[in-house]
């Protein structure tokens, strides 16, 4: 059973860079076939996808994010991560790391991490 | 990018009752199109890929059907477990971005 745990801090100041990490267990995330994505939810709203990487290094993000974005993968510990810079109170919300599983008919979010909060704030 | 528009964004029901909830993406996705489930607090569950497969393990009483633009997500007999807010999902862009519905908030 595939397993996937976020982890970083919980509070972020204006201006600074938000990062978190990814724990994969119970597979490998060097497997092929799938996408590592990260999605967010402010309090009270709905789903926003922001970002994914194939473990070739292939990245794409969200248009509204790219320019602040980068997610990367560190497979000697089975780990992806996420980096937002130049955040504000807009970026407040609960992420989730999600692994996409491929099909006919396109990717769909198969697992998901709990999801943890991040609060920006001075 | 490719907008989804869920409707209703939220409806009253009962247990027993029959629901349907539609999705319209803004242009043609085929049967690109993914169901999934939130209950307050817990992160999302799939229920449905591809239009109208059940993802393992989910309820056979969960439903999906549609193509093109129009899709469909319908419960056939509400269970106390079932109220919740629903999404749909498109992964058509294969460059992305994947793009959610609003989200439906079944309430009793």
């Known amino acids: 059973q595939v397993q996937l745990q976020e982890s970083g801090p919980g509070l972020v100041k204006p201006s600074q860079t938000l990062s978190l990490t990814c724990t994969v267990s119970?597979?490998?995330?060097?497997?092929?076939?799938?996408?590592w994505s990260w999605i967010r939810q402010p309090a009270g709203k709905g789903l926003e996808w922001i970002g994914r990487m194939y473990i070739s290094g292939t990245t794409n993000y969200s248009p509204s994010l790219e320019s602040r974005v980068t997610i990367s993968v560190d497979t000697s510990k089975n780990q992806f991560s996420l980096k937002v810079t130049s955040v504000t109170a807009a970026d407040t919300a609960v992420y989730y790391c999600v692994r996409a599983r491929g099909s006919y008919y396109g990717y769909y979010f198969d697992y998901w991490g709990q999801g943890t909060l991040v609060t920006v704030s001075s | 990018d490719i907008q989804m528009t869920q409707s209703p964004s939220s409806l009253s029901a009962s247990v027993g009752d029959r629901v349907t909830i539609t999705c319209r993406a803004s242009?043609?996705?085929?049967?690109?199109l993914h169901w999934y489930q939130q209950r307050p607090g817990t992160a999302p569950k799939l229920l449905i890929y591809?239009?109208?497969t059940l993802q393992s393990g989910v309820p056979s009483r969960f439903s999906g059907s549609g193509s093109g633009t129009d899709f469909s997500l319908t419960i056939s007999s509400l269970q106390p477990e079932d109220f919740a807010t629903y999404y749909c999902q498109q992964s058509f862009s294969s460059q992305g971005p994947w793009t959610f519905g609003q989200g439906t908030k079944v309430e009793i």
């Open positions: 119970g597979g490998s995330i060097n497997s092929g076939g799938y996408y």
């Open positions: 242009q043609s996705i085929s049967k690109y």
């Open positions: 591809a239009a109208s």
